[in-house]
Each structure stands twice: as C-alpha cells, then as structure tokens.
C-alpha cells in the first residue's frame, strides 16, 4: 500500500502548487483589473452595478487613502482615455 499514499501525496503537491500559484497572482490581478472594470462600466453601463460591488473594497481604499486615490486615478485614466 506504499505506492497508494505516494501517489496521493504527489497530487496533493500538484493541487497545493496550483492553489500556490492562484493565491499569489489573484491580489495583483484584482488590483490591476480595476482599470477594464471602470472602462466596461462606462462603455456598458448595465455592468455597473456589479462591478460597483466587486471593487467596492478598491473604492473604500481610494476614498479614504489620499496616495491610494491618486494612483487608483491615475490608472482608471489610463484606460478611459
């Protein structure tokens, strides 16, 4: 039965690798995705409401952090004009 628990071993290696790679590049791409966001809710403005919600958390951040808001600004502005 030894070759059972190292083949579950390995799979958990696999699944912990990819659970590694997506809690490591899910922070940077939500940061980064604020910019498509305000451009899809201003081009279409039935996705608003939702995207409103999900980047709730940037919108608190820029409100209430003055270096924050200027660089969440600067790049919104990047992508609407």
Known sequence: ???????????GGVG???LGVVGFL??????LGIG???WLSMR?????GPLTFIYAPMAYLSN???????VITWY???WLF
């Open 16 to 18: 912990c690798f990819i």
């Open 1 to 11: 039965m030894a070759g059972m628990s190292e083949r579950k071993e390995k799979r």
């Open 64 to 70: 209430n952090f003055g270096p924050a808001h200027r």
């Open 26 to 31: 899910l922070p940077p791409l939500y940061v």
């Open 36 to 38: 498509p966001a305000a």
């Open 76 to 78: 919104i502005n990047l």
């Open 44 to 48: 279409y403005p039935f996705c608003s």
